[in-house]
């Protein structure tokens, strides 16, 4: 993308372009100036761009939260904050009318399985946010009590800080939209040569000997390839 600084435009050349587009609505305007005309109105794009600008300017956050981090969630929509700006305002009371989830405070064991339905009753594409320590790494809470979001969910954007403020979680919605747009700021895996370090947790089934770890499978072992 180029940027070009321009002059700002005064009334003669504002007049000029209505006077232009008149013309041009008459079938007045031909050869170069037409040519002109249609190279300062005309915007061309990919289909794929044009979809993703669009989930990236109109997300629905789903109206949910958990502890203490959800009190700065609400700030977002305030005036000091104004996620209206961004036409993220819409928060959505059901699932299945919601995109993005917030995992705003800390995830209890009994509440995971909760959380993951709800994950489950949205639609596809939709994302989620780990808000605060507590939902990204336990925070304070390192107990047995206190599951982490990446056990459970596939964390989109993780928001440090305990609670972090309003801001934060709009710099972490900016994070997000650049990831929708397909064009995401590089990550510290990638920066600091972390790729292949991440700790999943590995799918249990359960048989007559209780639970264990799944044995992968052959679509497993060729998605490598």
Request: glycine share 8%; charged share 25%.
């Amino acid at each position: 993308m180029e940027i070009v600084r321009r002059e700002p435009a005064g009334p003669d050349d504002f007049r000029a372009r209505q006077l232009r587009a008149r013309d041009m609505l008459r079938g007045d305007l031909d050869g170069a100036d037409l040519e002109k005309y249609v190279q300062e109105s005309i915007l061309t794009t990919t289909l794929d761009k044009a979809v993703a600008w669009a989930r990236g300017n109109s997300m629905y956050p789903l109206t949910f939260g958990l502890a203490c981090c959800a009190i700065e969630m609400m700030g977002i929509v305030a005036s000091r904050v104004d996620v209206a700006r961004f036409g993220w305002e819409a928060l959505r009371a059901s699932p299945r009318q919601a995109d993005v989830i917030i995992l705003s405070g800390r995830i209890s064991i009994k509440m995971a399985p909760v959380i993951r339905r709800i994950w489950d009753q949205m639609l596809e594409p939709k994302w989620a946010i780990a808000m605060g320590a507590c939902s990204s790494s336990m925070g304070v809470f390192n107990n047995y009590a206190i599951v982490p979001a990446d056990k459970f969910l596939p964390v989109d954007i993780h928001v440090p800080g305990c609670p972090p403020r309003p801001e934060a979680l709009m710099h972490g919605f900016l994070k997000l939209r650049t990831m929708i747009l397909e064009d995401p700021d590089m990550g510290w895996r990638e920066r600091y040569g972390g790729a292949g370090t991440e700790e999943l947790a590995p799918d249990l089934v359960r048989d007559a000997a209780g639970w264990h770890a799944a044995t992968v499978t052959g679509r497993n072992e060729g998605q490598g390839a």
